[in-house]
C-alpha cells in the first residue's frame, strides 16, 4: 500500500475515533440532569469534529419559538440573541420534515436565502438536523455553520444527527425530572394545605364533640342532679351520636394521613403477648354483655416481632371490634401462628398469620370486592343496629400496606366472616 494512502487510512481511523468517543462522551451524559452542561458540550464537540466556524443549539419553547441556548465557535455570540417563528427558515423547515438539511453556500439558498444576520457573519456552509424526541417529534435543532463553502459528506450529515440524537434523550430526562419535581411541589403544598384544613377540623369539631359527650354522661350519672328515666333515654341518643360522629371525624383524619403516607413507623422488638392481652382485657366483657364467648388462640405466647405495635393492635381492635358489633350470638375466635420456614411457598417464610372468624351477619358475595374501599356500605344491614362509618377495614388495609403485610376475608351472607392478614414477623426496613 502506497505511503499516501496508508496516511489517507490513518486519518479516517484517527477521526473515527474522535467521533466515537465524542459520541461516548455525550451518551453518557443522557441521565445527567445539567442540560446546560450537555448542550454546551453538544456545541463543543460538533464545532471541533465537523471542522465548522460556528455551532448552535435550538430549543423550541412553550410559545413555538426557536431560542438559542448553546453556542460555540468565535464570533458566535452574535447569535445569541436570535428568535425564530415557527414556519420561517431553514430551522423550522428541518424541525416540521424531521430530516436534515445540508448546503454548499446560503447565498444561493432560493428558497429561505441567506438571511440578513448570516449574511452580515459572512456564513457560507451550512447544515442543520433536529433533535427528536422518543415521540418522534421535533424539539430543536442542531446547526453548524461555516464562513467557506461547505458540501457536507454523508458520514457528517450522520455524525451530526448521531449527536443531536443523544442531546434529544437528555433534554427530555430532564424536563421530565423538571416536571415530576414541579408535581412533587404541588402536591407537597397541596397535602401542607389539606394537613392545615385537617387540624382545623380536628380541633374546631373534636373539641365541643368532646365537651358534649362528657356534658351528657354527667348529666346520665346525675351530677346535675337526678333525671328521670324519661330524661335519660331522651340523652341516649345524643351521646349515641355524638359518639359515632367524634368516631367518624377521627377516621377520617386517620384514613386521610394514610393516604398521604404521611403515618410513620415506630419499629420496635416487643413480645406478641403485650398486644394480645390488652386486646383480651378489653374485648372480653363487651362479648359477655352481648353473650358471646370469646377465645383467643396464640400459638406461641412467648413469640416476639419487630414491627408496629401500635398500628398490628389497631388492626386487631378494628378486627375484633366488627367481628362482635355484626354477632348477635355464638362465638368468636382470634387465631395467631407463624406460617413455618419450610413450607413450599418460601414467600411465606418468617411471617405472622392472623385470622378473627366470627359466626356473626356475614357479608354478601357481590360486597366483598368493595368492603375495604372507604366509606362502602354493604346492602342489606341495618344501620341503626350496626352503625359504622365504613372506614375501619379501608384503615386496616392500607395500614397492613404499612406494614408489608396483606387481609383476606372469606364471608357467607347470615354464617359468618373469617378475616385473616399475615405480616412479617421482622418488618423488611429492619431485617
Avoid at 440532569?33 to 466556524?53: F, I, K, N, P, R
Avoid at 435550538?58 to 447569535?79: C, H, I
Avoid at 457536507?152 to 451530526?160: N, V
Avoid at 394537613?195 to 356534658?215: C, G, Y
Wanted: charged letters at 25%.
Amino acid at each position: 500500500m502506497k505511503s499516501e494512502d496508508l496516511e489517507s487510512v490513518n486519518r479516517r481511523l484517527n477521526r473515527l475515533l474522535r467521533e466515537q468517543s465524542a459520541l461516548r462522551e455525550i451518551f453518557t451524559q443522557i441521565n445527567l440532569l445539567d442540560v446546560g452542561h450537555l448542550l454546551h458540550q453538544l456545541a463543543e464537540q460538533t464545532l471541533a469534529l465537523l471542522s465548522v466556524d460556528h455551532t448552535q443549539v435550538r430549543l423550541l419553547d412553550k410559545d413555538g419559538v426557536l431560542q438559542t441556548v448553546a453556542l460555540s465557535g468565535k464570533g458566535s455570540e452574535r447569535f445569541q440573541d436570535q428568535v425564530v417563528m415557527s414556519g420561517r427558515g431553514r430551522s423550522t423547515w428541518v424541525m416540521e420534515n424531521l430530516q436534515p438539511m445540508a448546503i454548499r453556500d446560503i447565498r444561493h439558498d432560493k428558497i429561505f436565502g441567506p438571511g440578513r444576520l448570516m449574511r452580515e457573519i459572512g456564513v457560507k456552509g451550512y447544515l442543520c438536523v433536529p433533535l427528536i424526541s422518543r415521540q418522534h417529534k421535533s424539539i430543536g435543532v442542531l446547526l453548524a455553520t461555516s464562513l467557506e463553502e461547505r458540501d457536507f459528506s454523508q458520514e457528517e450529515i450522520s455524525l451530526a444527527q448521531q449527536l443531536a440524537a443523544g442531546a434529544a434523550v437528555a433534554i427530555e430526562n430532564a424536563r421530565l425530572f423538571e416536571e415530576v419535581q414541579k408535581k412533587s411541589q404541588e402536591l407537597e403544598e397541596g397535602y401542607k394545605t389539606k394537613s392545615v384544613f385537617l387540624n382545623t377540623l380536628a380541633h374546631e369539631l373534636r373539641t365541643p364533640l368532646n365537651v358534649l359527650i362528657a356534658t351528657l354522661q354527667l348529666f346520665t350519672d346525675g351530677f346535675y342532679g337526678e333525671l328521670s328515666e324519661t330524661q335519660i333515654n331522651g340523652m341516649e341518643p345524643m351521646q349515641r351520636n355524638a359518639i359515632n360522629l367524634l368516631n367518624l371525624i377521627n377516621g377520617i383524619l386517620d384514613l386521610a394521613r394514610l393516604e398521604a403516607k404521611r403515618v410513620p413507623l415506630q419499629i420496635e422488638e416487643f413480645p406478641l403477648k403485650e398486644i394480645t392481652d390488652g386486646l383480651e382485657s378489653f374485648f372480653a366483657p363487651l362479648a359477655r354483655e352481648k353473650g358471646l364467648e370469646l377465645r383467643f388462640k396464640i400459638e406461641d405466647s412467648t413469640l416476639r416481632l419487630k414491627s408496629d405495635k401500635v398500628k398490628i393492635k389497631t388492626i386487631l381492635e378494628n378486627l375484633l371490634g366488627n367481628a362482635i358489633k355484626y354477632t348477635d350470638r355464638g362465638e368468636i375466635e382470634l387465631r395467631i401462628s407463624t406460617l413455618a420456614q419450610h413450607q413450599s411457598d418460601r414467600s411465606e417464610a418468617g411471617r405472622l398469620s392472623i385470622a378473627v372468624e366470627d359466626r356473626g351477619l356475614g357479608i354478601n358475595e357481590s360486597d366483598l370486592p368493595h368492603i375495604f374501599e372507604a366509606f362502602y356500605m354493604a346492602a342489606g344491614v341495618n344501620r341503626r343496629k350496626y352503625p359504622g362509618s365504613g372506614l375501619g377495614l379501608s384503615i386496616v388495609k392500607r395500614l397492613m400496606e404499612l406494614l408489608r403485610g396483606d387481609i383476606q376475608v372469606q364471608s357467607e351472607w347470615g354464617k359468618g366472616s373469617t378475616f385473616t392478614a399475615t405480616l412479617p414477623l421482622v418488618h423488611p426496613t429492619e431485617s
